[in-house]
Structures are given as C-alpha cells and as structure tokens.
C-alpha cells in the first residue's frame, strides 16, 4: 500500500519561496515506470499540474510555471520537494503530491496524499 504525505508551511509570504515535501511510504520513488507529481487547486478551480520527477531523477515542468519551480528528491529519505520561488496570492490553493504512471497512452494518478492548504499573504 503506498502512502504520501505532504509537509510544509501553511502560509507564506508573498515573494517568498514556497517549500513542501512529500513522503512516501510503501514504495521507493526510485522504481522504474513511476514518475511522482505535484499538483495543485487553487480555490474555485481545477487541477493544475506542475510537474514531476521521474524515477530515474528527470523532472518536467509545466511550461507556465517552469521559470519558477523546482522538484527534487532525496532517495536515502524516499522523498521528493516541491520549491516555488517568488510566489504571489494568485498561488494560493490546495498542494497535492501524487504518483503518476503511464497506461494505455493516459496517465494514471493512483496514489495521492491528503493535500495540504498553502496561502499566500501577507
């Protein structure tokens, strides 16, 4: 059974770096075939994913918030990060970690931790 867990401050400053790590438990983030994603939901809106760091270590980054994000892992900890530089109010939402795979052309978002509410303020 696979877990995540995200951690993190609940409240940042706007042109502050917003930082959150998510845990995994009953499976290695180093397995072949997983990649393992961060998405977000801003209140009153829909999914947003911001990107993924694959088993192997390459990350991908939604091209919107490519100049701003960083996603990294630490192996020995079987966690990876999520680092979103300078943000604003407008980022606000709902942080999700989740694990991704690639079936029949689609992906496939199985394993999700709880969400964490991350605001934006000052």
């Known amino acids: 059974q696979v877990q995540l867990q995200e951690s993190g401050p609940g409240l940042v400053k706007p042109s502050q770096t917003l930082s959150l790590t998510c845990t995994v438990s009953?499976?290695?983030?180093?397995?072949?075939?997983?990649?393992w994603s961060w998405i977000r939901q801003p209140p009153g809106k829909g999914l947003e994913s911001m990107g993924v760091?694959?088993?192997?270590?390459?990350?991908y980054y939604s091209p919107s918030l490519k100049s701003r994000t960083s996603i990294s892992r630490d192996t020995s900890k079987n966690q990876f990060s999520l680092q979103l530089s300078s943000v604003t109010p407008e980022d606000t939402a709902v942080y999700y970690c989740?694990?991704?795979?690639?079936?029949?052309?689609?992906?496939?978002?199985?394993?999700w931790g709880q969400g964490t509410q991350v605001t934006v303020s000052s």
């Open positions: 989740a694990r991704v795979w690639s079936r029949a052309g689609s992906l496939l978002y199985d394993y």
């Open positions: 009953g499976g290695s983030i180093i397995i072949s075939v997983y990649a």
């Open positions: 760091i694959a088993y192997d270590g390459s990350t």
